[in-house]
């Protein structure tokens, strides 16, 4: 500090530069580095022993540094030595999946670090490890650019533009058991969720055994006698019973004893309550064939991934490009043929904050097979 400026150096050990983080407004998370470069005259980051220095100046006006960094720094660490990384091969990554996870393990890695100040000593350290692993797959695998608009997310969000064949990952090996960190600490997490003790909700299912793949992958690929690599498949057969006295503030039979088409999902895209019609129209006899299943069991698999990542972010940051808008897709039926209907989801506001998805189908005119 002089009359003129003020410097910040903040040094820590971990091997990985700041990434700017680029998620939706209403996002609970990913800000700093926007924050940082909005606030100050200059801020940079350069290599400091094992780890990195982060820097930035503020001035009075006519304030000049004699330092010869840049006004902002944001480069990126070469990490492609094999002397100190590990090669880990990823196949059939699902980027959609993964850009909307990274968001939401970042809201309940917070969340859960600030229940766990008071109550684990250790807990900034396994929240800078699990941080220091998210940051490893960020930087790494490309995010896919999809549009808000409802015609350009039913064009372009489908398999196979929103996976990836193979991704090769340069983990440092100081890296390596962050991701086992990683891991635990968001099964915590979700357990916190779950019960009630975070602002974030749980993760679905399928996200989490995504998360367990890739974090599993590092492990595995990274081991003495390195195993080979296991290609990322989502399973489909989750289930779990749902019983109307789970919905004491709702009642199920507003769809289920309902004439018009309608199919009803809890937050975790569970199928709660379906209408005879729609069972009709997806060829399926009983309601028991689809209450308790997840909501993919309908979903042809080039959209699942999309309908993942997008639920992912409707319950992190509200998200909600194709709530409230009639669009034309094509559902799976009970004989694993596919038609084309027009449906429309409206969000359904229950007690303490909870909600249900009603989903009313409009068989197009010209209902065909696909």
């Known amino acids: 500090l002089d009359g003129t400026l003020l410097r910040v150096e903040v040094a820590d050990g971990s091997p990985h530069f700041p990434s700017p983080r680029d998620y939706t407004s209403l996002a609970g998370t990913g800000r700093g580095l926007t924050l940082v470069d909005d606030s100050v005259d200059r801020w940079g980051v350069h290599i400091h022993g094992d780890g990195k220095l982060v820097w930035f100046e503020i001035r009075t006006t006519g304030g000049t540094s004699d330092a010869a960094e840049p006004r902002t720094g944001r480069p990126q660490r070469a990490v492609d030595d094999s002397d100190v990384t590990v090669r880990v091969e990823l196949l059939n990554v699902p980027l959609l999946m993964h850009a909307a996870w990274q968001e939401h393990a970042a809201a309940l890695l917070r969340d859960y670090l600030l229940v766990q100040l008071d109550e684990d000593p250790l807990a900034l350290e396994r929240h800078a490890e699990a941080s220091d692993a998210l940051t490893v797959l960020h930087d790494q695998l490309p995010a896919p650019s999809i549009d808000d608009a409802p015609d350009a997310i039913m064009a372009t969000a489908l398999e196979p533009h929103v996976s990836l064949e193979t991704a090769t990952l340069r983990v440092p090996r100081a890296s390596v058991t962050h991701f086992q960190t990683l891991d635990e600490l968001l099964d915590q997490a979700v357990a916190a969720a779950d019960a009630g003790r975070l602002l974030v909700p749980a993760t679905q299912p399928e996200v989490q055994e995504m998360r367990t793949w890739l974090c599993g992958q590092v492990r595995d690929q990274s081991a003495v006698g390195a195993a080979s690599p296991v290609p990322w498949e989502a399973r489909t057969d989750i289930w779990q019973p749902v019983h109307v006295s789970d919905f004491p503030d709702w009642d199920t039979r507003d769809v289920s004893a309902s004439p018009v088409a309608l199919l009803a999902t809890d937050e975790s895209s569970v199928v709660v309550a379906v209408s005879p019609a729609t069972l009709a129209l997806l060829g399926f006899r009983d309601a028991?064939?689809?209450?308790?299943?997840?909501?993919?069991?309908?979903?042809?698999?080039?959209?699942?991934?999309?309908?993942?990542?997008?639920?992912?972010?409707?319950?992190?940051?509200?998200?909600s490009p194709l709530l409230g808008v009639r669009v034309t897709v094509p559902v799976l039926l009970a004989d694993g043929g596919e038609r084309l209907v027009e449906l429309q989801i409206e969000p359904r506001h229950r007690s303490a904050g909870r909600k249900v998805f009603i989903a009313e189908f409009f068989p197009l005119q010209d209902e065909h097979a696909v």
């Open 288 to 319: 028991a064939e689809l209450v308790g299943r997840r909501v993919i069991t309908i979903i042809p698999p080039r959209f699942r991934q999309a309908h993942l990542a997008g639920t992912t972010l409707h319950v992190v940051n509200g998200r």
